[in-house]
């Protein structure tokens, strides 16, 4: 247990609709990192937040959003679905030491039909 | 921007085999690099990381990697595989601070 948790874990939704994905860090994890995998793109780097802030953005497209909350918790807003959305959204997180790695959580799979 | 690639999409070793899995990575300064291992299913595990000092680490599992700074890579290797090492494995290269990017990974076929 990586102490992410990420929800839901499974989501099944139609084309044009919009799902929120939510990403609990570990604690005391400052940063927040939301990636897509999908069996053509590989493992892509959406976003990055650190203690609220945006940090990073990556290949993340118009119709997508997130924010990180003042509890640290962060939300991955998908909208206007298209079916080449469908893919495993891996949030992680990294510690305020700085060790380095991240720490991911077991992802929530969409697919969109 | 830094970048990571992975030559090998499949490979397939025979159980008892050595196994080294390829990665080169492309960035201005000192690295910070990963190999990440992933089972279907699940999410991604921590097997190694590079910071500095000794250019061998060791890591869990039986793995280890060596930076290769002339060669820009962190080749990952094990002496001798297990049918359960069967997996998808990334090498990831990062900033403390910022974001970090991963290859495209390296899927691992064991043969009995």
Redo the contacts between chains.
Sequence with gaps: DSGVTQTPKHLITATGQRVTLRCSPRSGDLSVYWYQQSLDQGLQFLIQYYNGEERAKGNILERFSAQQFPDLHSELNLSSLELGDSALYFCASRGVANTGELFFGEGSRLTVL | AQSVTQPDIHITVSEGASLELRCNYSYGATP?L?W?VQSPG?????LL?Y?SGDTLVQGIKGFEAEFKRSQSSFNLRKPSVHWSDAAEY?CAV?E??????????TRLTVKP
Excluded at chain 2, 42 to 46: D, I, K, T, V, Y
Excluded at chain 2, 96 to 105: P, Q
């Design positions: 910070y990963f990440y699940q999410g991604l595990q921590l990381k910071f990334f990062g403390v601070y910022n974001d970090m990017r991963f290859g495209a990974g």
